[in-house]
Nanobody, 125 residues
Framework: QVQLVESGGGLVQAGGSLRLSCAASGRTFSAYPMGWFRQGPGKEREFVATISWSDGSIYYGDSVKGRFTISIDKAKNTVYLQMNSLKPEDTAVYYC??????????????????WGRGTQVTVSS
């Protein structure tokens, strides 16, 4: 059984930073991409960032490019999302995601087979 457990959310002022972590367990992740999505109040879940375990390919959503950084610690089976220059519009529940198919990247919720429970990020103005 695949488990994804997020941590690191919280309340931060605009311009501040947070780092989210996603600890993965239950299978070998070396061939499958992982990523982060978010869902703000009254909004659909949207793509934030994705990374490939195998070749390190990285993609970002347009709204976070230049501010967020996704990374992997393979030894810990953990994916991170470093979020800098946070804005009130970044307020959302952030979900860790993993695919059960060896896509090069996860860009859509349709590609996700496993979700974490989510962690709340609130950015005050």
């Amino acid at each position: 059984q695949v488990q994804l457990v997020e941590s690191g959310g919280g309340l931060v002022q605009a311009g501040g930073s947070l780092r989210l972590s996603c600890a993965a367990s239950g299978r070998t992740f070396s061939a499958y991409p992982m990523g982060w999505f978010r869902q703000g109040p009254g909004k659909e879940r949207e793509f934030v960032a994705t990374i490939s375990w195998s070749d390190g390919s990285i993609y970002y959503g347009d709204s976070v490019k230049g501010r967020f950084t996704i990374s992997i610690d393979k030894a810990k089976n953990t994916v991170y999302l470093q979020m800098n220059s946070l804005k009130p519009e970044d307020t959302a529940v952030y979900y860790c995601a993993a695919a059960g198919t060896p896509w090069k990247a996860i860009l859509s919720t349709m590609q996700v087979d496993y979700w974490g429970r989510g962690t709340q990020v609130t950015v005050s103005s």
